[in-house]
Protein backbone atom coordinates (compact mmCIF):
# COMPACT_ATOMS: atom_id res chain seq x y z
CA UNK A 1 0.00 0.00 0.00
CA UNK A 2 1.21 3.54 -0.71
CA UNK A 3 -0.04 6.85 1.04
CA UNK A 4 0.00 10.19 -0.51
CA UNK A 5 -0.27 13.56 1.19
CA UNK A 6 -0.65 16.71 -1.08
CA UNK A 7 0.46 20.03 0.08
CA UNK A 8 1.25 23.58 -0.97
CA UNK A 9 -2.01 24.49 -2.61
CA UNK A 10 -3.69 27.89 -2.13
CA UNK A 11 -4.71 31.32 -3.64
CA UNK A 12 -3.00 33.19 -5.66
CA UNK A 13 -3.37 35.64 -8.24
CA UNK A 14 -3.51 35.19 -12.04
CA UNK A 15 0.72 35.43 -12.86
CA UNK A 16 1.75 34.29 -9.80
CA UNK A 17 3.62 30.92 -8.24
CA UNK A 18 2.83 27.89 -6.26
CA UNK A 19 4.72 24.81 -5.28
CA UNK A 20 2.56 21.32 -4.50
CA UNK A 21 4.43 18.98 -2.63
CA UNK A 22 3.31 15.06 -2.49
CA UNK A 23 4.91 12.76 0.32
CA UNK A 24 4.57 8.93 -0.16
CA UNK A 25 4.59 6.62 2.69
CA UNK A 26 4.09 2.52 3.15
CA UNK A 27 6.56 1.64 0.38
CA UNK A 28 9.27 3.29 -1.79
CA UNK A 29 8.48 4.78 -5.12
CA UNK A 30 11.48 5.49 -6.36
CA UNK A 31 10.53 2.78 -9.43
CA UNK A 32 7.06 4.15 -10.05
CA UNK A 33 5.31 6.74 -11.80
CA UNK A 34 4.06 9.54 -9.90
CA UNK A 35 1.72 12.25 -11.69
CA UNK A 36 -0.52 14.86 -10.61
CA UNK A 37 -4.01 15.07 -12.08
CA UNK A 38 -6.74 17.77 -11.17
CA UNK A 39 -10.41 18.40 -11.19
CA UNK A 40 -12.05 21.52 -11.70
CA UNK A 41 -15.47 22.03 -10.29
CA UNK A 42 -18.20 20.63 -12.83
CA UNK A 43 -15.21 18.96 -14.96
CA UNK A 44 -13.68 15.72 -15.30
CA UNK A 45 -10.16 14.49 -13.05
CA UNK A 46 -7.64 16.00 -15.89
CA UNK A 47 -4.12 15.04 -16.46
CA UNK A 48 -1.31 17.37 -15.46
CA UNK A 49 2.07 15.61 -15.57
CA UNK A 50 4.04 12.69 -14.32
CA UNK A 51 7.75 11.27 -14.08
CA UNK A 52 9.02 7.91 -14.62
CA UNK A 53 11.89 6.88 -16.43
CA UNK A 54 9.52 9.31 -18.80
CA UNK A 55 8.71 12.95 -18.02
CA UNK A 56 4.91 13.98 -19.43
CA UNK A 57 2.91 17.45 -19.47
CA UNK A 58 -0.28 18.09 -20.93
CA UNK A 59 -0.31 20.45 -23.47
CA UNK A 60 -2.32 23.49 -21.26
CA UNK A 61 0.71 23.52 -18.80
CA UNK A 62 4.00 22.93 -21.03
CA UNK A 63 6.32 25.17 -20.39
CA UNK A 64 4.60 26.75 -17.16
CA UNK A 65 5.11 23.57 -15.14
CA UNK A 66 7.66 21.57 -13.54
CA UNK A 67 7.50 18.18 -12.04
CA UNK A 68 10.52 17.01 -10.14
CA UNK A 69 10.96 14.48 -7.54
CA UNK A 70 13.25 13.23 -4.83
CA UNK A 71 13.28 10.04 -4.12
CA UNK A 72 15.25 9.36 -1.40
CA UNK A 73 12.58 11.54 0.27
CA UNK A 74 9.56 9.73 -1.47
CA UNK A 75 8.49 12.67 -2.38
CA UNK A 76 7.02 14.52 -5.59
CA UNK A 77 6.58 18.18 -6.75
CA UNK A 78 4.74 20.37 -8.61
CA UNK A 79 6.24 23.85 -9.51
CA UNK A 80 3.34 25.76 -11.05
CA UNK A 81 4.68 29.26 -12.33
CA UNK A 82 2.75 31.41 -14.90
CA UNK A 83 -0.36 30.54 -13.02
CA UNK A 84 -4.07 31.20 -15.13
CA UNK A 85 -7.81 31.07 -13.96
CA UNK A 86 -8.19 28.02 -15.40
CA UNK A 87 -5.20 26.32 -13.34
CA UNK A 88 -8.34 26.41 -10.58
CA UNK A 89 -8.88 23.09 -9.12
CA UNK A 90 -7.90 20.30 -6.31
CA UNK A 91 -4.95 18.60 -7.55
CA UNK A 92 -4.12 14.82 -6.75
CA UNK A 93 -0.99 13.22 -6.39
CA UNK A 94 -1.21 10.02 -7.83
CA UNK A 95 1.14 6.64 -7.82
CA UNK A 96 1.64 4.34 -10.69
CA UNK A 97 3.14 0.90 -9.99
CA UNK A 98 4.88 0.88 -13.41
CA UNK A 99 8.31 2.94 -14.57
CA UNK A 100 6.33 4.22 -17.61
CA UNK A 101 4.59 7.52 -16.83
CA UNK A 102 1.65 7.69 -19.11
CA UNK A 103 -1.67 10.60 -18.77
CA UNK A 104 -4.48 8.17 -17.75
CA UNK A 105 -5.69 8.10 -14.68
CA UNK A 106 -7.44 4.49 -14.87
CA UNK A 107 -3.43 3.48 -14.59
CA UNK A 108 -2.80 5.03 -11.50
CA UNK A 109 -3.75 2.35 -8.19
CA UNK A 110 -2.95 5.09 -5.39
CA UNK A 111 -4.45 8.56 -4.84
CA UNK A 112 -4.08 11.19 -2.60
CA UNK A 113 -6.88 13.31 -0.69
CA UNK A 114 -6.12 16.40 -3.12
CA UNK A 115 -4.99 19.88 -2.34
CA UNK A 116 -6.73 22.88 -3.74
CA UNK A 117 -5.29 25.95 -6.05
CA UNK A 118 -7.80 28.79 -6.61
CA UNK A 119 -5.65 31.40 -9.50
CA UNK A 120 -8.02 34.73 -9.13
CA UNK A 121 -8.15 36.96 -12.40
Known amino acids: QVQLVESGGGLVQAGGSLRLSCAAS????????MGWFRQAPGKEREFVAA?????IYADSVKGRFTISRDNNKNMVYLQMNSLKPEDTGVYYC?????????????????WGQGTQVTVSS
Open 26 to 33: GRTVSGYA
Open 51 to 55: SATNT
Open 94 to 110: AVRTAAWALPSSALYGY
